[in-house]
T-cell receptor, first 107, second 117 residues
Framework: GQNIDQPTEMTATEGAIVQINCTYQ??????LFWYQQHAGEAPTFLSY????GLEEKGRFSSFLSRSKGYSYLLLKELQMKDSASYLC????????FGAGTTVTVRA | DAGITQSPRHKVTETGTPVTLRCHQT?????MYWYRQDPGHGLRLIHY???????DKGEVSDGYSVSRSKTEDFLLTLESATSSQTSVYFC????????????????FGAGTRLSVL
């Protein structure tokens, strides 16, 4: 199993950058996932890191350090539609989710 | 969007009654999962399936059973619903085979909101 820890809430201004940190402790590791979930909707897949380093997808980037049990999701050029919960999940072939970080984007 | 349909989308039931939730996929993916999501707990795995008639327990399986008689359908049954099972239930699927970077990505259905009174 996995223990996943991420902050509960973050607030940022439109156009700014926000970094959501995630730490994990694993009994086995097969990758680190990030999902976005808008209120009342299903989680949607954002990124998947297996190897150390940075993965960039447009305005979203995700970083992984396996030796430190650490990942972050970087959201750049924030838009109002980015207000959502962001879920970090560790994989040992099954996903273990953190409780999620609610990001609020202010005008 | 992944072809995943959950039914019903909303259900209100009484304590002690049986309830079955259905997940149907059109992607022919090997793995299917049932999660529940509660405030402060995030998504927790109830049961999962790695093939027809092949299922296993997750971290919160007590009070739940599952069945998978066809690749496309995965049923979650609450044998005797309790108020503690009031939650939002999500089904997810993953390929399980093929591209190493893609096979473990899980795609979620829209969810079922269950209230047990």
């Amino acid at each position: 199993g996995q223990n996943i820890d991420q902050p509960t809430e973050m607030t940022a201004t439109e156009g700014a950058i926000v970094q959501i940190n995630c730490t994990y402790q694993t009994s086995g590791f097969n990758g680190l996932f990030w999902y976005q979930q808008h209120a009342g909707e299903a989680p949607t897949f954002l990124s998947y890191n297996v190897l150390d380093g940075l993965e960039e997808k447009g305005r979203f980037s995700s970083f992984l350090s396996r030796s430190k049990g650490y990942s972050y999701l970087l959201l750049k050029e924030l838009q109002m539609k980015d207000s959502a919960s962001y879920l970090c999940a560790g994989s040992d072939y099954k996903l273990s989710f953190g409780a999620g970080t609610t990001v609020t984007v202010r005008a | 969007d992944a072809g995943i349909t959950q039914s019903p989308r909303h259900k209100v039931t009484e304590t002690g009654t049986p309830v079955t939730l259905r997940c149907h996929q059109t992607e022919n993916h090997r793995y299917m999962y049932w999660y529940r999501q509660d405030p402060g707990h995030g998504l927790r795995l109830i049961h999962y399936s790695y093939g027809v008639k092949d299922t296993d327990k997750g971290e919160v399986s007590d009070g739940y059973s599952v069945s998978r008689s066809k690749t496309e359908d995965f049923l979650l049954t609450l044998e005797s619903a309790t108020s503690s099972q009031t939650s939002v239930y999500f089904c997810a699927i993953s390929e399980g085979t093929g591209d190493p970077l893609a096979k473990n990505i899980q795609y979620f259905g829209a969810g079922t909101r269950l209230s047990v009174l």
